[in-house]
């Protein structure tokens, strides 16, 4: 069965420190892969997907960055964190034209 | 301009007691519609798609239509567990890998 991972669940940062989330997925070959940002009372906005291995698009420009260095692993990072970075992150995973699998989340607190 | 748009965005029920959630879409060309459920602090979690005007999906107390420009999610006697984050996410043609638009959500309380 396919599964997703994703860590830390939480994580509290310093202003200007870097960041480096990852996801990684487990029975499933060539995934689509997605980063997502969810803040407070607002709706989940699509920061980066990926269709292969190291092919990104950027959906808003940001502080942020992704890569993909492995077909089923993908890493979102910063290399200085601002304030404005706080939320919750998803990664997610589909194939073809199905729906999305998410991962548990990560809680980030910019401080 | 939204192309997805949830209401409620808040609804408050007492136990047993039905309703529903509408989830609308204005552009054309919808290849499936998804609905998820979501706790607080948690990733979203996948309830049913929905691919043709007319389709029906059920789940325990839930009950998921589809018309050409709307979907429903139907709470039928729902109970305190069902209280969540319920969010629908439109899939259109031309929209590739990037291709579900999620709406802002519905927050549901269940009261006992």
């Known amino acids: 069965s396919q599964t997703i991972h994703q860590w830390p669940a939480t994580l509290v940062q310093p202003v200007g420190s870097p960041l480096s989330l990852e996801c990684t997925v487990e029975?499933?070959?060539?995934?689509?892969l997605y980063w997502y940002r969810q803040a407070a009372g607002r709706g989940l906005q699509l920061l980066f997907y990926?269709?292969?291995?190291?092919?990104i698009s950027s959906e808003v420009p940001q502080n942020l960055s992704a890569s993909r260095p492995q077909d089923r692993q993908f890493i979102l990072s910063s290399k200085k964190l601002l304030l404005s970075d706080s939320g919750f992150y998803l990664c997610?995973?589909?194939?073809?034209?199905?729906?999305?699998?998410f991962g548990s989340g990560t809680r980030l607190t910019v401080v | 301009e939204d192309q997805v748009t949830q209401s409620p965005e808040a609804l408050r029920l007492q136990e047993g007691e039905s309703s529903s959630l509408n989830c609308s879409y204005t552009?054309?060309?919808?290849?499936?519609l998804f609905w998820y459920r979501q706790d607080p602090g948690k990733g979203p979690e996948f309830l049913f798609t929905?691919?043709?005007a007319g389709e029906e999906k059920e789940k325990e107390r839930l009950k998921a239509t589809l018309t050409k420009k709307e979907s429903f999610l139907h709470i039928t006697a729902p109970k305190p567990e069902d209280s969540a984050t319920y969010l629908c996410?439109?899939?259109?043609?031309?929209?590739?890998?990037?291709?579900?638009?999620f709406g802002k959500g519905t927050h549901l309380i269940i009261q006992p």
């Open positions: 552009v054309s060309g919808l290849r499936g």
């Open positions: 996410a439109p899939r259109f043609s031309g929209g590739g890998a990037d291709g579900l638009t």
């Open positions: 029975g499933t070959s060539n995934p689509n």
């Open positions: 929905l691919y043709s």
């Open positions: 997610a995973w589909s194939v073809g034209l199905g729906g999305y699998t």
């Open positions: 990926s269709v292969g291995i190291g092919q």
